[in-house]
Nanobody
Framework: VQLQASGGGLVQAGGSLRLSCAAS????????MGWFRQTPGKEREFVAT????????SHADSAKGRFTISRDNAKATVYLQMNSLKPEDTAVYYC????????????WGQGTLVTVSS
């Protein structure tokens, strides 16, 4: 599975960004999709996930009420809408995929940098 993330950039605190991740190489409908993020010196952390059929989502406490994960199976793309951004959201955001209901996140994109200025 190849994952291509895009949509990162520089935004002021309180602003919004939408990240996109296009998948190829395996039927998209067979994949759970997720977003994770990482800052220098810290471990990669979970942000949000969405099940293969889109009916089940999960968001980290830090993302609840501000971020929304969604997917378009026809376009083989997953999105992360980020609103009310804070400086602490600054990170490299990674798109990930796994076979539906599998344990490990097997596939990773290259990451897209989100910088939130105060």
């Amino acid at each position: 599975v190849q994952l291509q993330a895009s949509g990162g950039g520089l935004v002021q605190a309180g602003g919004s960004l939408r990240l996109s991740c296009a998948a190829s190489g395996r039927p998209f409908r067979s994949l759970d999709m997720g977003w994770f993020r990482q800052t220098p010196g810290k471990e990669r952390e979970f942000v949000a996930t969405i099940a293969d059929n889109g009916r089940r989502t999960s968001h980290a406490d830090s993302a609840k009420g501000r971020f929304t994960i969604s997917r378009d199976n026809a376009k083989a793309t997953v999105y992360l809408q980020m609103n009310s951004l804070k400086p602490e959201d600054t990170a490299v955001y990674y798109c990930s995929a796994r076979r539906a209901s599998a344990g490990e996140w097997d596939y990773w994109g290259q990451g897209t940098l989100v910088t939130v200025s105060s």
